[in-house]
């Protein structure tokens, strides 16, 4: 948990959802998210001093489908949105890097979506040949992150799990006396 965020005061944040993506060059202002196995792209010209986030839940969408079947939970969209939204506020593709968070593999009883979502996205940073400056992926920790799109610094903070001890269950008082059968 974020004990001091980054920005002190009044700065504004603006929580990225899971299938969505936000760009600003907006000095002051916070992109906040928190992740499972989920992940956050989090890129940033820093020399036009523009970034952004997105948060996607699945790398991409099942065998079968077709490209114009993308949404908003697809990392293969999201992807290209949030650097659509870059470029239109002045970023150039060739200056951008990234940092990456999440893909953890929360249950070990399902498939390692946190893996394949993680290695997703390196995949598709390489063939865009956007640098990749930090990544914390992988593990079965949540994570919070921080990110500042206008000078590219970002934090994550890995949420520990907490386990609740169950309360004492209250027994009712043994039955006395005779059973009577009809």
């Known amino acids: 948990m974020f004990h001091q965020p980054i920005l002190k005061g009044d700065a504004r944040r603006i929580t990225v959802m899971q299938g969505q993506a936000r760009a600003s ?18 890129l940033f010209d820093p020399l036009a001093g523009v970034g952004g986030m997105n948060h996607f ?58 893996t394949i979502n993680g290695q997703f ?8 040949r956007i640098p990749v400056v930090h990544a914390d992926l992988g593990g079965s920790a949540a994570r919070r992150v921080e990110f500042l799109p206008a000078l590219g610094k970002a934090r994550c903070r890995s949420v520990a799990a907490e386990v609740v001890a169950p309360e004492p269950v209250q027994r009712a008082p043994r039955a006395t006396g005779d059973v009577e059968l009809f």
């Open 57 to 114: 839940l699945l790398a991409e969408p099942p065998q079968g489908r077709g490209a114009g079947e993308l949404d908003e939970n697809y990392g293969a969209y999201l992807m290209e949105v949030l650097i659509n939204q870059m470029l239109g506020l002045g970023a150039s593709k060739g200056r951008m890097k990234a940092h990456l968070y999440g893909g953890a593999n929360m249950h070990r009883a399902m498939l390692k979506i946190g």
């Open 25 to 42: 060059n907006e000095a002051g202002l916070s992109l906040t998210t928190v992740l499972g196995s989920c992940i956050a792209c989090c």
């Open 121 to 128: 996205a390196q995949s598709f940073l390489e063939r865009e």
